[in-house]
């Protein structure tokens, strides 16, 4: 929360998604009062300070901090609301979410590490959720701007290898919406605009739109992937939020993965089914990216002015 502007769309599209109800919000990543601040204003600004907020890891398990982006906009995507956050270290948050509440469901949409340590915690975490839903992975083929890309540009499972081997090797029932199908997805400048009409926690949105656009421009053009101009922001995270409530835009295939870190990359490997190795997981390797772009913004656009 307050790098990539996609976790605050996912927020929102979550509290515009009757059909869930949030139990808690933890973080990762370094600077963590920061990114609980962040997420805590904008459950203000959509009138639900009761929902706790924990700050959790803000160092990779075992890898240097800097593995965890920082950009240095960060404060400015801290709303002008009332932002309360709990004592309570999001680990522990959700070691107590998964014994008290019933068909827990967790959608994991930054790195591990959090999510690993509340494993350590309670190894038999696995058994008490009825799913984990995470952005992460990388199948078969990404490609952006006309350029394949490398693995090792899924940034929420290679940020902390460790922990990612740790979750992905768990027992988890697993959903994985891979940035084969995020990295073709993305909010429109016209979106931007919707939602800036309208207002309240949704005009409070595409001013972190607008906020991260150059900045996600800067780094693809870096790698040589120049993205359509009016390519405002990928939508990584609300594509993964809406596979919980309306999963019609994405294609879903049973596989057997094998989770690796190779030369310090995670990796996501499809394996035969019969072979023996690896995990099924239900994997997203196709997405009606329209169709989908337009049922986010829809639902975004129901958030109250």
Known sequence: MGSDVDDALALALLLASPELRLEA????????PVRARATAALLALAGR??????IGAERPCLRAEERFNWFGHEEDCVADAPAAVSDEPGALRIVRAAREVSNLEIVAIGPMTTLAQALALDPKLPRRVASLTLMGGHVREVHVGGRLLKPGIDYNLCADPEASMAVLGAGFPTSLV??????????CDEDTRRLEARGGLAGELARQVA???????????????????????????????????DASPLGFEELAIAPT????????????????????MRVATSVDAPAARAAIVERLLRLPA
Request: charged share 20%; hydrophobic share 45%; aromatic share 6%.
């Open 261 to 280: 870190i190779r030369g310090s990359v995670l990796r996501t490997l499809e394996v035969e089914a019969a072979s023996g190795v690896g995990t099924s």
């Open 49 to 54: 300070n009761e929902i706790d907020v924990c």
């Open 178 to 187: 891979t940035a084969d199908v995020t990295l073709s997805t993305w909010l």
């Open 211 to 245: 906020i991260w656009k150059p900045v996600q421009h800067r780094i693809f053009a870096a790698i040589g992937g120049e993205l359509e101009a009016d390519n405002a922001a990928f939508l990584h995270d609300p594509l993964t939020l809406l596979s919980l409530v």
């Open 25 to 32: 919000v933890t973080t990762v990543g370094r600077n963590g």
